[in-house]
């Protein structure tokens, strides 16, 4: 042990005091090229390493990153991020959060191995940091002689301990039917609110990085919550979609319509095939980060096909005849009770010609019980054509047809499969296509309601005519086409079709 002198102890009191060790590693990126020199960096991770940049310097507490799926987001962040910031300060104790506790235990276990394989051995590359020999799960570990580490939890899990220095959530949705359950975005929410934020230390920065599957998944919430302007939101669209005419600018510099360099080696040509393999919800869900597109959320207004000259003719005795239609059925969404706030009974006439539907009549009044056993009579009555009576066989519907059995012919009760969000799901490609036709407004003035109750599904205050819709719909085109039924109407189509094989794909 040395020994100072008197003099030596009072004259290092004076000295200034020693610089603070540069990081090794400037970026989250930097770190992953020297782990791996094949890995690929893009202008998008470049802005990604930038706020995570931010991050850790204090600059940014609150940040969101949106991009399109399989394009390196999350091993940037997720994996590289922590890892990352622990070589800068081993003391910081990191919080992953993922919608399943295998997910999130992956990210831990890969940070985890990162370290354990990276320890300057066999002429690895040193990241100066060790697993604690007695701490080392991939659910939980610690490093030795520090207090930081990696605790990995799932959604529905409890971030129980100490507090976290730092918290990632990624992709607190598994998939488009999580999304579409307000069941569990509310989990999502109440884990954010009563574990997530309970659990942070002061000034704890989050991270939470995913896909965007809906309007009001835990990015929309927060960014609608009172503290929206603390968070910083860093999306990258799949196609640049801004408007410089509004000022509005792509965040990496890029012209409108231009496609991302890809992570993967997508061509062009492949971000197109995506977009039109996908879908317009998807496509602006999941690869702009918009999840509600302008022109409506499931159903985009665009979409409607019109037509202006009635299909049927008034006969002597009041009733419609649709002329030359292949099929006519009314279909039903009933009500459980005639309060203000309850949804409407609504009651639709569909014609099918051919591969196209069209709706032809409806009703739609808050209605009791014994006025909607009236409006349902009267409107058999006035389309006798409509043979096929579709019913929800929930609510007052059930009762409905329990009343009106031995009167009204042919009425069928529906049970939506898999529920109404994804009946409404399954015949958004028919109405894309142009194959569903609404009347004029001069025709029928309340399909303007029709069209913003669909352009607000699945969120808006109402959906019992997109309900009576997308029941319909089912039955005239989606169940046909899925057992292979020729509903075409057109007897010379199969001479055209002769020497030509169908794709099963």
Known sequence: MTVLSPWEVASRQFQPPAEPEAPKWATPGQLALAIDPTTIQTPALDLIDAAL????????????????????????????????????????????????????????RNIRNHITTNDGTDETLDLGLRIAPDNGAARRWRL??????????????????????????????????????????????????????????????????????????????VLDAEDAGRWRVLN????????????????????????????????????????VAVGSRVWNALYQGKPAPPEGDLFNRAWWREYRDPRWVVRDDGSHWAIGADELLLSWDMTFKDLDSSDYVVGQVWGRWGLQAFLL?????????????????????????????LVEDKANGTAVINSLARSVQGMVPVEPDGGKAARASAVVPFIEAGQVFLPDPKLCPWVGDFIDEAAAFPNGAHDDQVDAMSQALNRLLLAPLLSGDHIVGDEDLDDELDGYEISPY
């Open 53 to 108: 940049v931010d991050v850790a310097e204090g600059r940014c507490d609150r940040l969101v990153i949106t991009m399109p799926p399989q394009e390196g987001k999350s091993t940037r962040v997720t994996t590289m991020g922590p890892l990352w910031m622990l070589t800068r300060n081993p003391d910081l104790r990191i919080a992953i959060a993922c919608y399943a506790q295998d997910l999130a235990d992956e990210f831990g």
């Open 144 to 221: 030795d002689g520090h207090r930081g580490g990696v605790r990995s939890v799932g959604i529905t899990s409890g971030l129980t301990g100490k507090p976290a220095d730092a918290l990632f959530i990624d992709d607190p949705i598994k998939d488009m039917r999580d999304a579409d359950s307000k069941a569990w975005r509310e989990v999502v929410w109440g884990f954010w609110q009563a574990v997530a934020n309970t659990r942070l230390a002061p000034g704890a920065p989050v991270v939470i990085i995913l896909t965007r599957w809906h309007e009001d998944d835990l990015a929309g919430r």
């Open 236 to 275: 990258i669209p799949a196609q640049a979609d801004h408007d410089p005419a509004k000022g509005e600018a792509d965040p990496l510099g890029r012209e409108p319509g231009q496609f991302l360099q890809s992570a993967r080696g997508r061509s062009v040509e492949q971000w197109q095939q995506i977009r």
């Open 361 to 389: 009549d409806q009703i739609r009044a808050r209605m009791a019980f014994v006025e909607t056993r009236k409006a349902f009579k009267a409107l058999a009555a006035k389309w006798p054509q409509a043979v096929l009576k």
